[in-house]
């Protein structure tokens, strides 16, 4: 089975301060990797995913990814925050069919003024 | 296409009722997941269909819980003879590959 820790349960960081929130995966096989995001009073959403390929993925809102194979991490940047980027961020992983996905903690990510 | 949708959207209930929640998927989603979401918590995996068939189902799980996908289109979750502990919020996904969208989720409330 897959699991994903999330060291971090809450990061307050500066408007236009570069963040990264930090996620470890486990497996014994090869995973595909995500990040979603959840804003007060709404659903999850995407922000990027790793399935093959470049090791640096792109999502939206100018966050960015990493996948460290070696490290089994896959943490989150974004160069300079917004007020509007404060909110719950979940990594998550699966495996190629896709049948389960395990979800890590979340953490908080609260943008000051 | 209109999103996820989940009905209802919360429900109070007293301990020992059955409850059903409701999901429709994005109509050419062939892939839907149950999720429990508790405060603090991320999604917890609970189950996983392919069209109408059932292919995965938390070990965690409780026999209480059982979810049905007639026909792949929309899906049901029934939790029987509720307890407290099954207070959170219930979450709905669909895909047809690895990127879910998540429905507004359904908050059950066991009073």
């Known amino acids: 089975a897959q699991s994903v820790t999330q060291l971090d349960s809450q990061v307050p960081v500066f408007e236009e301060a570069p963040v990264e929130l930090r996620c470890n995966y486990s497996s014994s096989v090869s995973v595909y990797l995500f990040w979603y995001v959840q804003y007060p009073n709404q659903g999850l959403q995407l922000l990027l995913k790793y399935l093959s390929g470049s090791t640096l993925v792109k999502g939206i809102n100018g966050f960015e990814a990493e996948f460290n194979k070696s490290q089994t991490s896959f943490h989150l940047r974004k160069p300079s925050v917004h007020i509007s980027d404060t909110a719950e961020y979940f990594c998550a992983v699966t495996v190629n069919t896709g049948n389960q996905f395990y979800f890590g903690t979340g953490t908080s990510l609260t943008v000051i003024p | 296409d209109t999103g996820v949708s989940q009905d209802p959207r919360h429900k109070i209930t007293k301990r020992g009722q059955n409850v059903t929640f409701r999901c429709d998927p994005i109509?050419?989603?062939?892939?839907l997941y149950w999720y429990r979401q508790t405060l603090g918590q991320g999604p917890e995996f609970l189950t996983y269909?392919?069209?109408?068939?059932?292919?995965?189902k938390s070990r965690l799980l409780s026999d209480r819980f059982s979810a049905e996908r007639p026909k792949g289109s929309f899906s049901t979750l029934e939790i029987q003879r509720t307890e407290q502990g099954d207070s959170a919020m219930y979450l709905c996904?669909?895909?047809?590959?690895?990127?879910?969208?998540f429905g507004p989720g359904t908050r059950l409330t066991v009073t």
């Open positions: 996904a669909s895909t047809t590959t690895y990127e879910q969208y």
């Open positions: 269909f392919q069209n109408e068939a059932q292919l995965e």
């Open positions: 109509s050419e989603h062939n892939r």
